[in-house]
């Protein structure tokens, strides 16, 4: 039994890549930088194989903080600094944080303790905001993680009636996502999906 299992984890594979970075206006003053962050894998671990949500950097903070009450005495991965001075218009700036979000994420993926927690299933596989992820982690939804993640490209179809639109639900499709400025990016695009 154990060597059937251990076959079967060696067979195992998580990948995820974080790209396309994209200026997001909140408002007239307001601006931040979010980014595509796809999972592929065949993971037992994970309800979807395949994903791809976005995400700005203070939500990365957000997670790794999570994490670490979790973790306890466990070293997590560091992000990459944050930067006052930071610019989509610089490509080495871009790279280098796309670079350490991807290392994050992949030295989170890599530790089996981590990936029991249910907040960066949600992190990973859900368009909920923040909020939503914490109050779903504690039960305070109508809906479950697993219904929160298998429903998250649903454009809003509730469990209760499919043809009425949830408050807590979130969609890319009303997410105002603004117009993506990394064309300068598209010319060396970043591999994804590697092992």
Known sequence: ?????????????????VRDPRLQKEDLWHTHVDYDICLHTNSM????????????????????????????????????PWNPFFSLKNREQVSQRMKGLQEFLEGV?????????????????????????ERCALGRTRYTVAEAIQRSNLDCITIEDKGSCD??????????????????MRDSPLPCFES
């Open 109 to 133: 993926l890599h530790t089996p303790f981590l990936l029991s927690d249910s907040r960066l299933h949600l992190f990973l596989q859900s368009n909920l905001s923040i909020t939503k992820i």
């Open 45 to 80: 671990c994970f309800r979807k194989k395949a994903s791809c949500v976005r995400r700005r950097y203070s939500e990365f903070v957000w997670l790794r903080h999570c994490l670490e009450q979790n973790a306890l005495i466990m070293q997590l991965p560091k992000l990459p």
């Open 167 to 184: 408050s807590d639900c979130e969609s890319s499709s009303s997410s105002g996502l603004g117009q993506s400025v990394d064309s300068m």
């Open 1 to 17: 039994m154990d060597s059937m299992l251990e076959n079967l984890s060696k067979n195992e594979f998580i990948s995820i890549c």
